[in-house]
Every structure is written in C-alpha cells, then in structure tokens.
Nanobody
C-alpha cells in the first residue's frame, strides 16, 4: 500500500529554519514526481514546490523562492523540504504528495496546481512572530 508520511514540523521563531521529511513506502520512488503543499488556517491549499523524478528539475511558489529548498533521496525513499528564513505567513499544515510521471521525462516537474494522486496527512509548521 502506497503511503506518504510527513515529519519535521513544529514551532519555530520568525527567521528560523526547519527541515520537513516525507517518507514514502509501498512503491518505487524513482518514477514519481513529488510536491509539497500547504494549507494555512482559513485558506485554500497552495502548491509550494515540486521536484522531478530524477531530482534534476524543481519548481517553487514565488512566496517561498530563495527560502525553501526541495530535495529527494531515492535510496532512502525520502523527500525533503528545507525551510529557511521562516515568516509568520508560512504557518500552515504542510503536505507531501506524489504523482507518477507516466510518459513524461525524468526531468518533468508540473505546475504547482497539477493534480497529485497520493497524499500524506500533513505536518504542522507554526512560526511565531
């Protein structure tokens, strides 16, 4: 059974850092594109970042460019999101998601509103100002 489990969230002060992890099980990561999404209280879910199956291509929301970094380690079946220079507006539940790249190349990284097939349950990040 395909499963995604996020970890690494917590309470951090404004300007601080966190590293989120997404552990994948039940499938081979190599053929999947991964994304991180977030949903703040009272707001719609938004795409934060994606990474291609090869790890060679990434995409970021304008609001996090230069502050967040997505990476993956297929050998460890894990995807990461490094969050630096955190702001109060980054407070949200962060979700990991995956979609099979199908016929797309290994450097395919879709737009951040692309439909993902598999989702984790999320990890809460709270930034105090």
């Amino acid at each position: 059974q395909l499963q995604l489990v996020e970890s690494g969230g917590g309470l951090v002060q404004d300007g601080g850092s966190l590293r989120l992890s997404c552990a994948a099980s039940g499938f081979t990561m190599n053929y999947y594109v991964f994304g991180w999404f977030r949903q703040a209280p009272g707001k719609e879910r938004e795409g934060v970042s994606c990474i291609s199956s090869s790890g060679g291509s990434t995409n970021y929301a304008d609001s996090v460019k230069g502050r967040f970094t997505i990476s993956r380690d297929n050998a460890k079946n894990t995807v990461y999101l490094q969050l630096n220079s955190l702001k109060a507006e980054d407070t949200a539940v962060y979700y990991c998601a995956a979609v099979n790249r199908d016929f797309h190349g290994s450097n395919w990284c879709p737009s951040l509103d692309y439909g993902m097939d598999y989702w984790g349950k999320g990890t809460l990040v709270t930034v105090s100002s």
